[in-house]
């Protein structure tokens, strides 16, 4: 099959070799699937990494609608966070690593807190500041 014109979103040949198999192959049964995995997938990956809205996705991929219908129901299946432990878990084994971390770092200036605690102490905080400049 040949393929279109490659973008640099676009999964190799050895990637897709590597994660192909993660995707869900087509349902048996009803009709039969007319595209491609991997040409939904490379589709999936030019919005996400050019941050392009899904009805510009040009024309040499599938519909956008298509592609937009697709991620859907992959993201609702849970299949976006597996296939990130999947690779997660291969990089870090190429790594000579544990596949599993056994130790997180929270950085405490990142995560905002009180003593109160919560919603209600931040924007408590910012009403107060807010009336003192009226």
Sequence with gaps: MTRRPTYPS???DEEWA????????????GRP??????????AIFYI??????????PADF???KTVYDYFQ???????WARVNDALRVR????????????????DSRSVKTSQ???FEAMTAAKKSTDESII
Aim: glycine share 14%.
């Design 62 to 64: 599938p519909h956008w």
């Design 18 to 29: 590597k994660n192909g198999p993660l995707i869900p192959a087509p349902r048996l049964g």
């Design 73 to 79: 129901q992959w993201n609702k299946s849970g299949l």
């Design 48 to 57: 996400k990494c050019g941050g392009v809205s899904w009805r510009i996705l």
């Design 10 to 12: 676009d999964t190799s």
């Design 116 to 118: 109160k605690g919560g």
């Design 33 to 42: 699937a007319h595209l491609a995995r991997r040409d939904i997938v490379d």
């Design 91 to 106: 990089t870090r084994e190429a790594l000579g690593r544990n596949a599993v971390p056994t130790a997180g770092i929270v």
